[in-house]
């Protein structure tokens, strides 16, 4: 766990309310949105009220649905009206929506349901000017299961933008919650609001299958989305709190592990197993940029994040965090850059010894430690790139004493370390290591300077012609 601040912030965010917000500018390789084949484009919309009335049926696929905003600009599909949708069916968003709730929505792994913009059209969903209430989300998934969203073809077709009031920060712009998983969460621009993509679902008093381990839930992918401008976390991807209480009258809260009360029930929010996280570019997010937790098989890869941690507030100010709970976890091939706080955060767990891999990473710039690796797990730290920071390039175990076995940190190339607050009598620069941490180093190298790595800023720190570096820390591909 981060500490009790972080801990505390966790027990508020609910399966409820929030948004986020993404750049009009061109997004860079790796991550631009990919183009799909065009598609004929239908008329313009002609009722104002949600139509669900087949349309003509593609070739190979269910039936097809227009839903459009009613007067108040909202849709609700409830679970008696989700049983309309089946497996294979597409459903289409046009118009300009306030909010859009979605419950009990059932497709299966070969037939999902697809929820997409109408062809030929840009749908926009959010409410900017939502300061409280019980619409504060964009679209809310509650107990759906095999289903995918988001443009048809681009980001720029699917577009939510959020709450941009005071109250921003209890707006969700993208909420998984009540058991929903098997999804896709695909080709979209999200704006503002508070956090632009919950997924998880809270412990209940009453229903043990929110409890672990009797429940787990499946399969999310995220991909090819913009977020810009959340007041919070720009993802936050399962449950942060390692034991969940609830008091005599069932409310629950974030609990410590060594602190339990007389009278109060203790449970454990369930999992995520297999999620995927990729090409998807983040940029002024007031928190975490990618946050994980409570998560076996976890992949991150080919992510461009910038300036996250914009909000100042020290203990939710990583690029990508890897947190507690988490098992077999891999974060490659990412691009985090000029933020403020950590570039990476680990506090995954060592339960069953399981693989936690950190490989071919470009961390650049940032006013604080490139890499914190904190909590039990060891690492495999390979071929990665960290160029100045403000403070060391790793910190490993700077927050806790909990140590199994030793870091495997190879091959990486660290560049412009401790460019502040450095002591006279400083000498571990690059990697810092407290608390009885344990590392195994190979054939890491270290530079005062990107003049002295000889290595080309412009073309992602790659080695230019003379230089030493070789086949060490990161390689565009």
Known sequence: MKTIAFNFLVSILFCGFTTVSCSDDPVKDPVSPIEESDEESGDNPTDDEPSDKPEEKPAGSGKTYTLTPD?????????????????????????????IWF????????????????????VTIGDPSWSGGGTGQGIRFANCHYFSAGGDKSASEFVLDGSVTGSRSSYFTIDLCEFSDNAEIKNMTIKNGGIGIMAKTNPDYN??????????????SIHHVRISGTADEGMYIGHTAELWGFDERGNGYTAEENVQKPGHKYVRPILWNNVKI???YLENIGNDGIQTAAISRLEIYKNEITKWGAGGVS????GILVGGRTTNTNTHDN??????GEIFQFFGSGEGNT??????????????????????AALTITNNTIVHTDG?????????????GAHDIKNNVFIESLLKNRSQWETDLYIRTENGAKVKETGNLRYATVKDAQVDPNNSYQPLSGSKIGDKGYKKK
């Open 71 to 99: 007067k108040n600009g909202r849709v609700e599909i409830d679970a008696a009206k989700a049983a309309t949708y089946k497996p294979g069916d597409i459903i289409y968003l046009r118009g300009k929506f306030k909010n």
């Open 103 to 122: 419950s009990g929505l059932k497709g299966t792994s070969a037939q999902p349901i697809r929820i997409t913009n109408y062809p030929g059209e840009t």
């Open 207 to 220: 229903d043990s299958k929110t409890w672990y381990p009797n429940t787990q839930l499946n399969n999310l």
């Open 278 to 280: 990729y090409n998807n």
């Open 315 to 318: 203990y939710h100010s990583g």
């Open 335 to 340: 691009y985090v850059h000029d933020g403020a």
């Open 355 to 376: 693989p936690h891999i950190v490989n071919n990473n470009l961390f650049v710039n940032t006013t604080s430690n490139g890499m914190g690796i904190y909590d039990e």
């Open 392 to 404: 060391y390039s790793m910190r490993i175990n700077g927050r806790d004493t909990r140590v199994n």
